[in-house]
């Protein structure tokens, strides 16, 4: 099988490519590199999955259409695809709403419009966001629930990219399913992820922002985990839903167990080495004080059973963070 994974050079997209790498597959990878974080640090996760025979690497940016259509021929042996790449982050989501609707609306569309001409595509799957769930306040978040509220323009974009991916689905009978990931971290994670923040201030001396005064819970679920989940998806290709009539699904991927903001800091300080200097802060716009997946239809369907408690995974992340940045 050949599969195409976008966003290759990102957090969840290498260790998808690296994954599928392992397990004997062809794997395109499709990335723009650009700088929204570190650079350095995306070209590190890539030059892992080159020095495997079976990876190639494309570079260029799915919110440009031509250079995606440009790039259809080379998709012609594409058996699936794992779109990853998106603009993500919520905060930043208010700085610059455009890259998101650029990267996360329109790359869809992009993606999508190639995809219907992959004539040997099997199964489309794609990332979409626990913040979907917005201001909902039953938990855990269920996929049976409504996601009429979405509380930042970052979860608005994974809305319209989820209704898009189902409109295809029906015109076009493409097999897609849509992958909502809670609060993902581990080796390789992006510097504006929590855990990074969290790990550059405390090696530093400088004190942690510590949002709703510290009262925030999560889903917070391990990267290893979540590349097991996304095979899952891949390797079963969404049947037709008898009530749409399109073959389109929607799961969670969540360690299924709300952890405390405040323990996970506590762990991270241990793993480190070093106690956290804490500056307590509001709540900030567009985030939520609490998120938590319902996974039973994961569990059902794919198979999916997350296996690592933050008390394993923080401790993992906090050895390659070390490593990385060579810290004794």
């Not at 603009?87 to 999508?112: C, F, H, I, K, W």
């Not at 306040?137 to 269920?142: E, G, I, L, N, T």
């Not at 409504?146 to 509380?151: A, C, G, L, M, Y």
């Not at 009539?245 to 799961?251: D, N």
Request: hydrophobic content about 45%; charged content about 25%.
């Amino acid at each position: 099988m050949t599969i195409l994974v976008t966003g290759a050079a990102g957090f969840i997209g290498s260790h998808v490519a690296d994954a599928l790498l392992r397990r004997g597959e062809r794997v395109l990878g499709l990335d723009n590199l650009n700088d929204y974080y570190s650079v350095a640090l995306k070209e590190a996760r890539l030059a892992r999955l080159t020095e495997h025979p079976n990876f190639r690497f494309l570079k260029a940016d799915i919110a440009d259409r031509h250079a995606i259509e440009a790039l259809w021929p080379d998709f012609a042996e594409v058996t699936g695809v794992v779109h990853l790449a998106a603009q993500p982050g919520v905060r930043y989501s208010l700085e610059n709403p455009y890259a998101y609707v650029d990267a996360n609306v329109t790359g869809q569309v992009a993606m999508l419009e190639a995809a219907r001409r992959m004539t040997k595509l099997k199964h489309f799957v794609y990332a979409s966001t626990s913040s979907i769930y917005g201001a909902n306040r039953k938990m855990p978040f269920s996929v049976e629930d409504r996601v009429d509220h979405p509380v930042s323009i970052y979860a608005a974009t994974k809305k319209a990219a989820e209704m898009m991916s189902f409109t295809y689905s029906h015109l076009y009978r493409i097999p897609a399913t849509g992958l909502r990931f809670f609060t993902v971290y581990g080796p390789w994670s992006r510097p504006d992820m929590a855990s990074i923040l969290f790990a550059d201030a405390i090696m530093a001396g400088r004190p942690i922002r510590v949002f709703n005064g510290g009262r925030m819970k999560r889903d917070f679920t391990y990267i290893d985990d979540i590349a097991d989940g996304v095979l899952a998806a891949l390797d079963r290709p969404a049947p037709v839903d008898p009530e749409s009539g399109a073959p389109h699904r929607v799961y969670n991927l969540g360690n299924n167990r709300c952890e405390d903001l405040m323990q996970f800091i506590s762990i991270l300080e241990k793993a480190l080495g070093r106690e956290a200097v804490k500056v307590m802060e509001p709540m900030q716009a567009g985030d939520v004080p609490e998120t938590a997946a319902d996974i039973e239809a994961s569990r059902r369907d794919l198979g999916f059973e997350p296996r690592t408690p933050i008390e394993v995974g923080l401790p993992r992340f906090a050895e390659w963070y070390k490593s990385y940045n060579r810290i004794a």
